[in-house]
């Protein structure tokens, strides 16, 4: 804690009544009115200078190729083109991998996966270029593909060397376990579906310079790649971003492809260059969330209790690394969620595949580690005639007594787990949704009807909150204060519609007890502040919120200094609230004391940083302690299946998260709704599938289907469990933008209960997920041919 943030909380008891506190309030979302009239500026809106062009991509159509020939002559004759540009008009380095340069911008004698981008066309429109880049004609000798990750790890084809993790003697606890549990399980990919696609705006400078308007989460990255390619310094470049139509991960890395293109051909023809990817072609050439395949062995004893586990996991990375590294990193840190696991040995493969190159995802890995323990726990039970819920709770970290607190609340990578409230919230989750009645229910029901199935199932979530790699988890912010006494606002977090800049703003007013109105969160740009982290990994709120809580603070222990002269007493009796500034009996309006302190040059602007303690990590034992906490939530869904169809519908959910002391209530809701919709798609609905050859199929949203309306529970009930956060967080609240979206990990374990239920629960469903009407009907046939 820094000096300003301990005289802040040291004048906090003497605040008033918490009426104007600009924290802990559901304020609406600083852009929900522009949103909604179609005013707020997205990349694509800003008006274009005169003699913009714009570009489009031409792609491989081919998995894996040398490329023979590439005859551009029609594509150049097109009519609108302008310029066509490949690998070797390139002014610098050829290469955008987030970590490792194994990343072209554009292909240069192989491709890798159909849809890698070959050449860049330029026209006087995006019709035109679009039209054009499908003329060219490509001479391909094709070579052998790798396309799934079984098959990859079958090739021993991996980006990365494997991983391992082990604690205790899993070995030894496997050959003495009285039941040990054999499986294999396989869990899809996910389309990010952002609703604004990848787009770059690239306008050239003076000298050389390049200004980017970039639909990106990582500006700072944005600006360093943009930089290689065009043989630039950092300072030479300008990365800007407002606001994106949604990124879930998707716009973390693979946005460098867009803003690269469009920087090469914007510096090499002088001219404005705009790169809109169009669905098809976005879906075509980005990276979605890794799927991943699991075999696992199991040893536990009769209580459910898991003993010892071993698992590989591999996921199909795709031709080059981008982050498939830290993904897995976090699968194998997940792997436990919130069960206390004594002896395990794990094994975490990134397969290559000549597929699209993988990338973020909301939740980064996490989902597709927990995933795992959720679905053996769940066969756990069934095998021992138990209630899931009752053998999630014998292997729950800690002791609901608080017995054994010590012994069993430390990871299998040593973080010992210091806020363990997942027994106190599951408890109150099965109290407030008659969890234990319902159950008696949908048994009732079951055996009353042949066809229609029900199924129930509640779900724990213990989620590390931080970057797994240290160094990123640091934050800036400029704050100004104007002579009108009206704030502005610049941190290196992006807005994506998850209502950063609104909890930023938050604490700021709050910091300098100013109504919210009064201050303003401008775009994220690179010259303001450098070298910034992406807004990933569920730390926005986190990281920018105490930086800019840092630079307002500053700023109010300077006013105060004035104050204190003014009113003739000591700065510490000096309080800020309500747009006022108050001594005891005595008050100044905020704007009149900031004018004072500029006629007497006091200092009215102020930066802030903010790093998070205690987080470290070594990748080559792969133990330490890589999250400054954890967040907590717990689900409990109700489903119905049609065991004709396979069709399904979910009845009812009720969810519990632990978002700490809450920055903003109605936004931190709105996130674990929409996070749980966002995971219940990837479960159920959002399957991706490539043919023979390598292309994939689910490319448009007539072939790829996100969860609608229709598809959402009709009693859906969200509750934030009362929780102050024990770490130091911004107004000890917790994150809540990835957590939630393993809270549905109830939907998918509810349809395989109702599966289940098809063969009086004493078959354990072989259910894939996605949970497909097609993978529900595989699964039902299956318990039927088993219970025979």
């Given at each position: ?756 239920a098809v063969g009086e629960h004493k078959v354990n469903p072989p259910l894939r997920a996605p949970a497909t009407s097609e993978a529900i009907l595989d699964a039902v046939d299956a318990v039927r041919a088993a219970a025979i």
């Amino acid at each position: 804690m820094n000096k300003h943030t301990e005289e802040f909380m040291s004048a906090k008891a003497g605040l008033p009544p918490a009426s104007w506190s600009a924290v802990g309030k559901p304020n609406p979302h600083e852009s929900a009115i522009l949103h909604v009239t179609g005013e707020a500026t997205y990349t694509d809106d800003i008006i274009e200078l005169q003699g913009s062009l714009h570009a489009a991509l031409g792609l491989s159509q081919k998995a894996h190729a040398k490329l023979r020939a590439v005859d551009l002559s029609k594509v150049k004759a097109s009519p609108g083109v302008v310029a066509v540009y490949t690998a070797d008009d390139i002014p610098g380095d050829n290469q955008c991998g987030a970590i490792i340069h194994d990343d072209p911008v554009l292909a240069d004698g192989l491709v890798q996966y159909v849809g890698q981008p070959i050449f860049l066309v330029v026209a006087d429109s995006h019709d035109a270029a679009r039209r054009a880049a499908r003329l060219a004609a490509i001479d391909y000798e094709e070579l052998p593909a790798i396309l799934t990750p079984r098959a990859a790890h079958e090739a021993q084809s991996y980006v990365l060397p494997p991983m391992h993790l082990s604690r205790g003697k899993p070995a030894e606890a496997l050959a003495s376990a009285p039941h040990v549990l054999n499986g294999k399980f396989d869990v899809g990919g996910q389309e990010q579906f952002y609703l604004e696609g990848q787009i770059s705006y690239a306008i050239p400078k003076e000298g050389r310079a390049m200004h980017v308007y970039c639909s990106t989460q990582h500006p700072s990255e944005m600006q360093h790649h943009i930089a290689v390619v065009l043989n630039l310094a950092s300072h030479d470049v300008l990365v800007e971003c407002r606001r994106m139509g949604g990124g879930f991960g998707g716009k973390e890395s693979q946005s460098a492809l867009w803003a690269c293109a469009a920087a090469v051909a914007a510096a090499r023809l002088r001219r404005p260059v705009k790169l809109r990817a169009d669905r098809d072609d976005d879906m075509i050439v980005t990276g979605k969330r890794h799927c991943f395949a699991y075999d696992y062995e199991i040893g536990y004893d009769d209580s459910g209790r898991i003993v010892a586990a071993k698992i590989d996991m591999v996921s199909r990375a795709g031709f080059s690394a981008d982050l498939s590294g830290p993904v897995a990193t976090r699968a194998v840190c997940h792997f436990d969620n919130a069960y206390y696991l004594s002896d395990v040995e794990i094994h975490a493969m990134c397969g290559k595949t000549n597929t699209q190159s993988n990338t973020a995802f909301r939740g980064f890995g996490g989902p597709q580690g927990a995933i795992a323990i959720e679905y053996i726990i769940d066969e756990i039970a069934r095998n021992l005639g138990k209630d899931a819920l009752e053998v999630r709770r014998a292997n729950f970290y800690g002791d609901s007594s608080g017995e054994g607190q010590d012994a069993r609340n430390v990871t299998h990578y040593g973080q010992k787990v210091e806020d363990n409230v997942i027994h106190a919230l599951v408890d109150e989750l099965e109290r407030t949704s008659d969890y234990q009645a319902r159950r008696a229910a949908v048994q009732a029901f079951n055996a009353q009807n042949t066809i229609l199935k029900k199924g129930l199932a509640l779900t724990p979530v213990k989620f590390g909150i931080s970057f797994n790699v240290p160094h990123l988890n640091q934050a800036g912010s400029l704050v100004h204060v104007y002579t009108d006494g009206s704030v502005l606002v610049n941190h290196g977090g992006t807005e994506m519609g998850q209502g950063l800049n609104t909890k930023v703003a938050q604490v700021v007013a709050h910091a300098l007890g100013l109504p919210l109105d009064k201050v303003r969160c401008t775009a994220t740009d690179t010259s303001k502040i450098a070298n910034t982290s992406a807004t990933a990994a569920s730390t926005g709120s986190d990281l920018n919120g105490k930086a800019a809580q840092d630079a307002a603070l500053q700023i109010r222990a300077r006013l105060a200094q004035v104050a204190a002269a003014r009113f003739g007493v000591d700065a510490g009796a000096i309080r800020f609230a309500d747009g006022l500034v108050i001594a005891g009996e005595q008050t100044v309006p905020f704007p009149e004391l900031v004018m004072q302190a500029y006629l007497a040059r006091t200092q009215l602007w102020s930066d802030g940083f903010y790093s998070t303690p205690r987080v470290h990590w070594d990748s080559k034992t792969m133990t330490g302690h890589p999250f400054f906490y954890f967040a907590y939530g717990a689900a409990v869904a109700e489903v119905v299946i049609d065991t004709l169809t396979g069709e399904w519908k979910p009845l009812r959910v009720d969810s519990l998260y632990d978002a700490g002391d809450s920055l903003n209530p109605a936004i931190d809701i709105g996130q674990v709704e929409g996070g749980f919709i966002q995971g219940m798609g990837w479960l159920t609905t959002e399957e991706l599938w490539w043919n023979k050859d390598g292309k994939l199929m689910t490319h448009a949203p007539s072939t790829y289907k996100i969860p609608a309306i229709s598809d959402c529970p009709a009693d859906f009930r969200t509750q934030l469990f009362r929780n102050s956060n024990v770490s130091d967080t911004i107004h000890r609240s917790k994150a809540t933008g990835e957590p939630p979206l393993l809270l549905p990990f109830s939907v998918f374990l509810a349809i395989r209960d109702a599966v289940s239920a098809v063969g009086e629960h004493k078959v354990n469903p072989p259910l894939r997920a996605p949970a497909t009407s097609e993978a529900i009907l595989d699964a039902v046939d299956a318990v039927r041919a088993a219970a025979i």
